[in-house]
């Protein structure tokens, strides 16, 4: 062995001097308990391992400081709207009282007492709705969702409910449009509405019906879609053709109407019985109508192709 690597007598006397510290110093100082050592890659795993927790919690109290403030506001605005729709509910109720207690006595028309009625069913179920929505803000701590795809929430399918309330709140207005239409029957035979008024009339029934069978199918849509049956998209796409559907029938009944009302005005402005003016109004009201049904009629064409 080479000369320099020999250690001489200093260098071994002070070695022993060191571990005879060090010796003394683990024994004042070790712990009552049983020591857990590891190794120095262990500990550097497990610093990295609370760094990132501590990382992904801050994110975690990020997100959920950042959407609060959304939730909020979301509950205060339909608690808002609970609070007006239980006003305009009681309202409605005592107009619809007030009005069975007048027709009880000959003081108004028959028939005005079912449509104020009417009109207090619609306003119950529109606070329902209301009430719906609040239950759904409150679950997902967002804005109520109405696509066919949406997710249920807490096991509960609010989309379908939704729908179910909207189907009856159709049917009431049916209710009332044919009250309407049979009073408007009976001054069409004393000659106090004319033939138009009555097509008029008849074409608003049946696109309510229209309306009615549009949510049946997506009641229908929504059960598919949550058996598995049918994907997002092909949900969506069958949802728009049936909304496309019903745009092109409400549009098309439209224009039959405004054309025969131009044919009759037309014969009045040929006799001086109306003027220029009221006849390009009426003739601008009909080319808003056929560009809405061509524009449903593209719709449904487009979608009819991505099915």
């Given at each position: 062995?080479?000369?320099?690597?020999?250690?001489?007598?200093?260098?071994?006397?002070?070695?022993?001097?060191?571990?005879?510290?060090?010796?003394?110093?683990?024994?004042?100082?070790?712990?009552?308990?049983?020591?857990?050592?590891?190794?120095?890659?262990?500990?550097?795993?497990?610093?990295?391992?609370?760094?990132?927790?501590?990382?992904?919690?801050?994110?975690?109290?990020?997100e959920?400081?950042?959407?609060?403030?959304?939730?909020?506001?979301?509950?205060?605005r339909?608690?808002?709207?609970?609070?007006?729709?239980?006003?305009?509910?009681?309202?409605?109720?005592?107009?619809?009282?007030?009005?069975?207690?007048?027709?009880?006595?000959?003081?108004?028309?028959?028939?005005?007492?079912?449509?104020?009625?009417?009109?207090?069913?619609?306003?119950?179920?529109?606070?329902?709705?209301?009430?719906?929505?609040?239950?759904?803000?409150r679950?997902a701590?967002?804005?109520?969702?109405?696509?066919?795809?949406?997710?249920?929430?807490?096991?509960?399918?609010?989309?379908?409910?939704?729908?179910?309330?909207?189907?009856?709140?159709?049917?009431?207005?049916?209710a009332?449009?044919?009250?309407?239409?049979?009073?408007?029957?009976?001054?069409?035979?004393?000659?106090?509405?004319?033939?138009?008024?009555?097509?008029?009339?008849?074409?608003?029934?049946?696109?309510?019906?229209?309306?009615?069978?549009?949510?049946?199918?997506?009641?229908?849509?929504?059960?598919?879609?949550?058996?598995?049956?049918?994907?997002?998209?092909?949900a969506?796409?069958?949802?728009?053709?049936?909304?496309?559907?019903?745009?092109?029938?409400?549009?098309?009944?439209?224009?039959?109407?405004?054309?025969?009302?131009?044919?009759?005005?037309?014969?009045?402005?040929?006799?001086?019985?109306?003027?220029?003016?009221?006849?390009?109004?009426?003739?601008?009201?009909?080319?808003?109508?056929?560009d809405?049904?061509?524009?449903?009629?593209?719709?449904?064409?487009?979608?009819?192709?991505?099915?």
């Amino acid at each position: 062995m080479s000369e320099n690597f020999v250690p001489d007598d200093r260098f071994v006397e002070r070695l022993e001097w060191q571990l005879a510290s060090e010796y003394r110093r683990k024994k004042l100082l070790r712990p009552a308990g049983r020591n857990i050592t590891i190794s120095r890659r262990m500990a550097a795993a497990l610093l990295v391992a609370g760094f990132f927790m501590t990382g992904v919690t801050a994110i975690k109290a990020a997100e959920y400081f950042k959407d609060s403030w959304r939730k909020k506001i979301e509950i205060a605005r339909v608690e808002t709207e609970v609070r007006l729709k239980e006003a305009r509910r009681e309202s409605a109720r005592q107009s619809a009282a007030r009005a069975a207690e007048m027709a009880a006595v000959g003081m108004i028309q028959g028939g005005e007492d079912r449509a104020m009625e009417l009109a207090a069913e619609k306003a119950g179920l529109s606070l329902d709705e209301s009430l719906l929505n609040r239950d759904e803000v409150r679950a997902a701590g967002a804005s109520p969702r109405d696509e066919i795809y949406a997710p249920t929430v807490g096991g509960r399918d609010f989309v379908a409910e939704r729908l179910a309330i909207m189907k009856k709140e159709a049917e009431l207005e049916m209710a009332a449009r044919e009250v309407r239409r049979d009073r408007k029957r009976q001054s069409y035979r004393l000659g106090l509405v004319s033939a138009d008024e009555m097509k008029a009339i008849e074409a608003e029934t049946a696109v309510q019906k229209a309306a009615i069978l549009r949510i049946e199918k997506r009641l229908d849509l929504r059960k598919r879609f949550l058996s598995g049956r049918l994907t997002a998209q092909a949900a969506e796409i069958e949802d728009r053709l049936t909304a496309a559907e019903e745009n092109l029938a409400a549009a098309a009944a439209k224009v039959d109407v405004l054309r025969e009302r131009m044919k009759h005005q037309e014969s009045l402005e040929a006799v001086g019985m109306a003027s220029p003016e009221e006849t390009q109004a009426l003739k601008t009201t009909l080319d808003s109508a056929l560009d809405e049904q061509k524009l449903a009629a593209l719709e449904l064409d487009v979608l009819k192709k991505a099915k």
